[in-house]
């Protein structure tokens, strides 16, 4: 059998090859090693720079992988002993040669032991754990020493006999057996981590489970990676015996040892764009109607009225998004738009979600209510692993980071999501400290919620009630209506023209598209397998983009456009806010109010936070056209967007985003100004500021609780009428 030999020859040389090469090609990286510059003892091995340097070697190590990495990590640490430095010292191979890449799916009996490369999404990441990887055993008889490398993670391997050469030659076994004790102190300790890994849901055949499998990471390749990142994990899978009742089965598991990893470097890199794509889409980005393609393109089934039409655009933009910036002071501005859709039932809101979480790269649909596991952002989970430390989970979120979270049933998030979802909104980072974790998990996704009303339907609003009427009756917190930048709600309304349109295309489409069992392929869909259209027709004779087709636009704008706005993009804006904001301090003054105490019941038409939105449905205007500058021209859609939703809305005073309250309800509020007058009057006799202690103190002489006092704290905090100089006291600003 020469393979056989060959194999044996190959690891049997590997020491004196790896000491060849480190000391020939790894010079200058084993004197920085020595150095203790570097943050952990590990040289990188370029496979490609090790097959230049020796090809047959080379080759040696893509069949037998385990054995040679082992003596390299050994040859290694005994070059650095010999120059007088005492290292666990190891190396990385990296740079695996194309065809080592498998899908997940696919390893089976003959990639067990060899060199493997997967592209996958990290789910979990388990606490630290030290291990022995060198056993120090002394022999009860003699007390002779001997070292025993620990390979098997999941059993410790002791001598069965101590050496005569150096030791007393006695085995654990017979007459004269002896016993070896481990020496703790002398055996050489690892930190090791597991990982769960998932095969990249875009490369998961539809209709099935992405395969999952257990990585162990050891040495400086723990906490480097985190759940939600997308990895190429160069891994080698090895078999262990399953085990049932304590006993030992044929049956095999297969988990994988990490040798290296890389991250990502470009986003979506999963889709590939040709040359010829990137012109048919650079074609389509140049169309005079491209907004109203756009339209037509998301969720074509759904039939549109005008209000559906506008929604439809606002989740166009959506899909492309605005620019993430970091600022001076190292924190990050989000640049992806969240859009709330409240709805009465059955208004097809799930429906565009799930068109949505379809057509978005990374998209991935979600319920609030039905999230198990991690959830929405994340959790930390007890024995994952089967070795009872603690794992972080990653939740949706994380997971679709730099892509599109569509969560339905939004009012029925656990109330742990519900607490952690306005920070991990706003920052896009989930910060995690549970169970012996901590970590921040990114997750930069644009947000695509749907709410229902608690009570089954909206209840019928009059023609001044705003949408926070609305917002109330799904239940929700307030302060996380203040984290969308679009709030829409779908009413479930009855107009017989509109109505009729409805039945006819929802008719026209039950009875056009093809049979499910007539078509050849079970999954056929006539909008996603035509892989190469660029355009279909929908039942209304309208043309849209196919889903694949729009699915890579979003990508290719998304990687390669970040517009910045220009200075009349920027006029634009300005206008329409310091417009509104005049306006309604002229309609105060008219309606005489200018008397009233001008802190009382300001009302604040819109905040800044407007901006920052109109800022992002610019951006991601522009960046739908291909455009490194936002002109003009994108405010304006931008602006049209969003004045349609704030009228549609009646929004009349934006800090009721905020709080709940509008501006008329607090000045009509009896509470509020009673309180407003306990605060008022503790400022004065304590010379400008009133402690929260006293503040509740006499709010409660009044009948008043201290949840209603620090509700209406917090509403004059965020509308800009009291601040806070010290923890716990207020004053009134000016
Ligand atoms: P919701 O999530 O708002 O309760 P669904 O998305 O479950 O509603 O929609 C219920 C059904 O009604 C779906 O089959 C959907 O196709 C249909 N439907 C509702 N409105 C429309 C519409 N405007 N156009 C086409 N189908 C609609
Ligand atoms: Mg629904």
Redesign the pocket.
């Known amino acids: 059998m020469p393979g056989g030999t060959n194999m044996a020859m190959a690891t049997h040389d590997s020491g004196a090859r790896w000491k060849t090469f480190l000391s020939e090609a790894k010079e200058q990286e084993i004197t920085l090693l020595l150095s203790k510059q570097t943050a952990s003892p590990v040289i990188e091995v370029s496979f490609h720079d090790l097959t230049g340097f020796d090809p047959e070697f080379a080759e040696d190590i893509l069949s037998s992988p385990r054995l040679i990495i082992s003596s390299g990590h050994k040859v290694l640490s005994e070059i650095c002993r010999d120059r007088g430095v005492d290292l666990d010292a190891m190396i990385r191979l990296s740079d695996l040669p194309r065809d080592t890449m498998r899908p997940l799916r696919d390893i089976g009996s003959r990639d067990i032991d060899k060199l493997r490369s997967l592209d996958v999404i990290v789910t979990k990441m388990s606490q630290l754990k030290p291990r022995i990887h060198l056993a120090v055993f002394q022999c009860e008889t003699c007390g002779n020493t001997q070292q025993v490398d620990q390979t098997n993670e999941s059993e410790l391997v002791e001598p069965i006999r101590c050496p005569p050469d150096t030791g007393c030659g006695a085995s654990i076994r017979g007459t004269d057996s002896t016993r070896f004790n481990l020496v703790m102190n002398v055996s050489r300790m690892i930190n090791n981590q597991w990982l769960e890994i998932q095969e990249l849901p875009e490369n998961v055949p539809s209709g099935a489970q992405p395969s999952r499998a257990q990585v162990l990471l050891e040495g400086d390749l723990v906490n480097k990676h985190l759940p939600g990142q997308r990895i190429t994990a160069n891994v080698i899978p090895v078999v262990r015996s399953e085990i049932k009742r304590n006993k030992k089965t044929p049956m095999f598991d297969i988990i994988y040892h990490m040798v290296s990893s890389t991250h990502e470097s470009v986003p979506f890199t999963e889709i590939k764009i040709s040359d010829e794509e990137r012109e048919q889409i650079e074609g389509v980005a140049a169309m005079e109607n491209l907004m109203q393609v756009m339209q037509n393109s998301i969720a074509p089934?759904?039939?549109?009225?005008d209000k559906?039409k506008l929604i439809k655009r606002s989740l166009a933009l959506q899909l492309f998004g605005g620019v993430r910036r970091k600022t001076s002071d190292d924190s990050y501005l989000r640049g992806d738009i969240h859009i709330l859709l409240m709805?009465?039932?059955?208004?097809?809101?799930?429906?565009?979600?799930?068109y949505m979480s379809n057509i978005s790269p990374r998209g991935k649909f979600a319920s609030g209510g039905g999230t198990t596991g991690a959830g929405l952002t994340a959790a930390a989970i007890r024995d994952t692993f089967g070795d009872g430390r603690f794992a972080l989970e990653a939740g949706v979120l994380p997971l679709s980071d730099r892509g599109l979270a569509a969560i339905?049933e939004f009012d029925k998030i656990s109330n742990e999501d519900r607490s952690s979802m306005h920070p991990a909104m706003e920052q896009q980072r989930i910060f995690v400290a549970k169970g012996g974790i901590t970590a921040t998990l990114p997750a930069r996704c644009a947000v695509l919620a749907?709410a229902?009303p608690e009570g089954g339907r909206f209840s019928n609003r009059n023609e001044r009630s705003s949408i926070m009427t609305s917002f109330k009756e799904t239940g929700l917190p307030y302060p996380l209506a203040s984290r969308f930048d679009l709030l829409w709600l779908?009413r479930d309304e009855t107009e017989v023209t509109t109505d009729t349109k409805?039945a006819r295309?929802?008719l026209d489409?039950r009875t056009s598209s093809v049979s499910e069992n007539r078509s050849q392929e079970i999954d056929y869909e006539p909008d996603q397998s035509d892989g190469d259209e660029i355009f279909s027709v929908g039942v209304d004779g309208k043309k849209h983009l196919t889903i694949e087709f729009l699915r890579k636009y979003v990508a290719f704008a998304k990687r390669n456009y970040f517009p910045t706005l220009n200075d009349k993009a920027k006029l634009a804006i300005e206008q329409y806010y310091v417009n509104i904001r005049n306006e309604t301090s002229k309609q105060d003054r008219s309606a005489g109010n200018y008397e009233s105490e001008g802190d009382k019941d300001r009302v604040i038409p819109i905040t800044a936070r407007a901006i920052e939105a109109l800022i992002r449905l610019t951006e991601a205007h522009a960046r739908m056209h291909l455009k490194e500058i936002a002109d003009e021209d994108d405010a304006k859609v931008a602006l049209a967007v969003y004045k349609h939703w704030r009228e549609d809305s009646k929004i009349e005073d934006e800090s009721e985003l905020h709080s709940g309250v509008s501006a008329s309800k607090r000045s009509a509020n009896q509470t509020n100004q009673t309180i407003r007058k306990v605060i008022r009057e503790i400022c004065m006799e304590r010379g400008g500021s009133a402690g929260i202690d006293q503040i509740y103190n006499r709010a409660i002489d009044l009948g008043i609780t201290e949840p209603q006092v620090d509700e209406v704290i917090s509403s004059m905090s965020i509308s800009g009428e009291i601040f806070s100089p010290r923890g716990g006291t207020y004053s009134f600003v000016r």
Do not use: E, M, T, W
Request: net charge negative.
């Open positions: 089934s759904i039939f549109a009225n559906l709805g009465d039932p059955g208004v097809a809101k799930s429906q565009l979600l799930g339905d749907a229902n779908i409805i295309h929802i489409i």
